[in-house]
């Protein structure tokens, strides 16, 4: 194993099956308490008035919610981690923090659409300028930089389409200006990804997707390095964005698998994509982890791994017929085991057309519908099989 995929001196896949709480701390029960609260009680008028005892009230923290949080910040390196009731919460809550009236950010054109609208219309309203730059832009991005620029927002790789970003070029530009880096990090988890060994100041994950690994629950953590955290951790206070005990729960118990489950959707995802890549009708494979993708090398410096999520663009031919948008409905109409479904990281196969007209400087492939794929823990060659039965029913569209 790489020195990039250890934290402490230990494999990840050992400390996430034993970070975040100590079993001693609750009688040796090996997994953390549910504690639904709001009220704690102080031992005397004094300690009330103080607050000086480890747990003051539910919005603040609970045994539950140190156990994900402290997992979590072990697993990435940082200084800690807030929990939040969903992944998009993990992205507006720190932008939010971050940002004052009159800055300027640059956030990845490639970036979860989400995070565009939030851009877009909250943080538009408030006086902040967003510009979105080309996701292989690298150092370049000095060229973009304002005075007011505070915040650089990063994905990698990016959404749907899977550019992979030169973060520490990134970092060391923004790093030089004052400006935070944020990165989201959900699709390589820190299981593949080391965000915070190349200069990172705050991570973002959906809890949502492979931490979870169910489909069951919502769920967002963000994670800063020292010089954010005491801020990230005001900022979580003060809007009172805590997450229900259960959800959180659900959570740390599916990070304890989520390795293994990796392990799995790397291989059966790759296998896939490579043999989707001579099959007719399929245009493009949109996978970093094949050498024949345009970000492969930066994807093989800084990643130790990829995970189950990658897109096809088949061949559509003429954007402006109908035949493109018909070829689209039937590759998604002959599935059987993949689901129609927004969403990913769980254990079951799911197939969604991809939308993307909102980009501004990342150009979507050209060649016909994209439709994004995330292969689940079903038999690899069952998926496969599903979906050529897809691809051939896009071929009889005439
Ligand atoms: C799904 C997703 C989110 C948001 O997660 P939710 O829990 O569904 O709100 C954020 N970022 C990326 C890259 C995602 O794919």
Not at 13 to 28: C, E, F, L, W
Not at 291 to 301: A, M, N, S, V, Y
Not at 363 to 377: A, C, D, F, Y
Request: charged share 20%; aromatic share 10%.
């Amino acid at each position: 194993m790489s020195d990039k995929n250890r934290a402490s001196q230990k494999s990840i896949k050992t400390v996430i099956t034993h970070a975040g709480n100590n079993p001693r701390d609750y009688y040796g029960f090996v997994n953390p308490p549910v504690v639904h609260a709001s009220t704690v009680l102080f031992p005397d008028s004094a300690t009330l008035a103080s607050r000086n005892q480890k747990y003051t009230y539910g919005t603040r923290g609970t045994p539950t919610s140190d156990a994900l949080a402290d997992a979590i910040t072990e697993i990435e390196g940082a200084a800690g981690t807030i929990v939040v009731p969903s992944g998009l919460a993990a992205i507006t809550v720190p932008l939010l923090g971050f940002v004052k009236a009159g800055d300027h950010i640059l956030v990845v054109d490639s970036v979860y659409s989400p995070t565009r609208r939030f851009c877009d219309t909250i943080l538009a309203k408030m006086g902040v300028e967003t510009t979105y730059y080309d996701p292989e832009i690298g150092a370049d991005i000095e060229t973009l930089f304002k005075p007011n620029t505070s915040i650089v927002f990063t994905e990698t790789p990016g959404s749907n389409t899977y550019e992979i970003q030169d973060i520490p070029a990134i970092v060391e530009v923004a790093h030089r200006h004052d400006a935070m880096v944020m990165l989201d990090n959900t699709w390589a988890t820190a299981v593949f990804y080391k965000a915070m060994s190349f200069g990172v100041d705050i991570v973002v994950h959906a809890g949502t997707k492979y931490p979870s690994g169910h489909s069951d629950v919502l769920l967002g953590m963000v994670s800063a390095n020292e010089k954010y955290w005491d801020k990230l951790y005001e900022t979580y206070v003060t809007f009172g964005v805590c997450a229900g005990p259960d959800d959180i729960y659900l959570v740390l118990r599916g990070l304890r698998s989520m390795a293994v489950r990796l392990a799995h959707h790397e291989k059966s995802a790759l296998s896939i994509a490579e043999r989707l890549q001579n099959v007719e009708g399929v245009a493009r494979v949109l996978h970093p982890a094949l050498p024949e993708f345009p970000g492969h090398d930066l994807w093989k410096r800084d990643f130790s791994g990829s995970s189950g999520l990658f897109s096809i663009v088949l061949d559509g031919g003429d954007a402006s017929t109908s035949r493109w948008k018909r070829k689209a409905d039937a590759f998604l109409d002959a599935l059987e085991i993949f689901g129609l479904g927004y969403s990913w990281g769980g254990f079951e196969s799911l197939a969604v057309p991809v939308f993307l007209g909102d980009r501004i400087v990342a150009k979507p492939p050209t060649e016909g519908p994209v439709i994004r794929l995330q292969i689940g823990l079903e038999d690899t060659e069952d998926l496969l099989a599903d979906i050529m039965q897809g691809i051939a029913a896009a071929n009889a569209v005439s």
